[in-house]
């Protein structure tokens, strides 16, 4: 699925990425409660952060998948599950666990999340339609042929004007 090339760019500065994930930590706010948080890993990691100040949240788990390079999925991998002591605080299908990624894209990793933990809510700052019903919570909707560029993935660089052909 190398198809960066062929998709529309979403570039998402570090300003923008800070408020996004501000927004989803309000709409999470009142949703829980929740015992412990849990990054999905890596991409959720700085979501995560945000997130978890902002609703005063100290327990904080990762859960370790990879099935994107930087411009392709492939075959999900779990490299570390979640820890027996959130498991615990999680309970009974994870119903106290609030999950948070960075992008819900094909629903991959979302569905991996579902089978660990069925009842956790899942949170994640951009939905694209094909995993949107999998998430309980995001902010912002991005078409499926997006590709979105986060700040940790990008250094400043001149763009070229739409006009001049840049895609």
């Known amino acids: 699925m190398n198809e960066e090339s062929a998709r529309k760019p979403f570039p998402v500065s570090w300003d923008q990425f800070h408020r996004d ?12 409660p929740f015992q412990a948080l849990v990054a999905v890993t890596r991409g959720g990691l700085v979501p995560a952060a945000i997130v978890a100040r902002e609703i005063g949240m100290r327990v904080i788990d990762t859960l370790c ?9 492939g075959e999900m991998q ?17 119903k106290g666990l609030l999950i948070v990624d960075d992008l ?14 069925p009842k956790a809510h899942i949170a994640a700052v951009y939905a694209k339609p094909m995993g949107k019903p999998l998430v309980d919570t995001f902010i912002t909707e991005v078409s499926q042929d997006t590709w979105i560029f986060f700040p940790w993935d990008t250094g400043l660089s001149f763009q070229p004007p739409i ?4 895609a």
């Open 21 to 32: 994930a501000r927004a989803l930590a309000w709409r999470l706010n009142g949703a829980g």
């Open 78 to 94: 779990i490299l570390m599950g979640l820890s027996d002591a959130v498991v615990k605080l999680g309970g009974e299908g994870g």
């Open 104 to 117: 819900v894209d094909t629903g991959k990793t979302a569905r991996v999340v579902r089978r660990i933990a």
């Open 65 to 73: 998948v990879a099935s994107y390079d930087h411009t392709t999925q």
């Open 163 to 166: 006009r001049d052909g840049a």
